[in-house]
């Protein structure tokens, strides 16, 4: 059974940094997509930054210079390295990993930035 499970989350003041982590376990996604999304509330779930097979990155306009998706193969996690963190960044973000066509999401971690 794929499960990823996202840790690091937390209450930060604005300015502030922050690092998710999210772990897969049930099958190898090293050579796969996989991506942070979030969702506040109210709005709907968007991408944050993706990390692709052969190591593209691409990441929101709004999270661009600011946030950094990297990858460890071995370990089978991507980790989301987010820095001059803004109230707007608050939300609850999801792990994202695609294998064989199947979508799988973790079940969130809640980032509060505080002004």
């Known amino acids: 059974q794929v499960q990823l499970v996202e840790s690091g989350g937390g209450l930060v003041q604005t300015g502030g940094s922050l690092t998710l982590s999210c772990q897969a376990s049930g099958s190898d996604f090293s050579d796969s997509l996989m991506a942070w999304y979030r969702q506040a509330p109210g709005n709907q779930r968007e991408m944050v930054a993706q990390i692709f097979k052969g190591g593209t990155l691409d990441y929101a306009e709004t999270v661009q210079g600011r946030f950094t998706i990297s990858r460890d193969r071995i370990k089978n996690t991507v980790t989301l390295q987010m820095n001059s963190l803004k109230p707007e960044d608050t939300a609850m973000y999801y792990c994202?990993?695609?294998?064989?066509?199947?979508?799988?999401w973790g079940q969130g971690t809640q980032v509060t930035v505080s002004s």
């Open positions: 994202y990993a695609q294998k064989r066509g199947r979508a799988h």
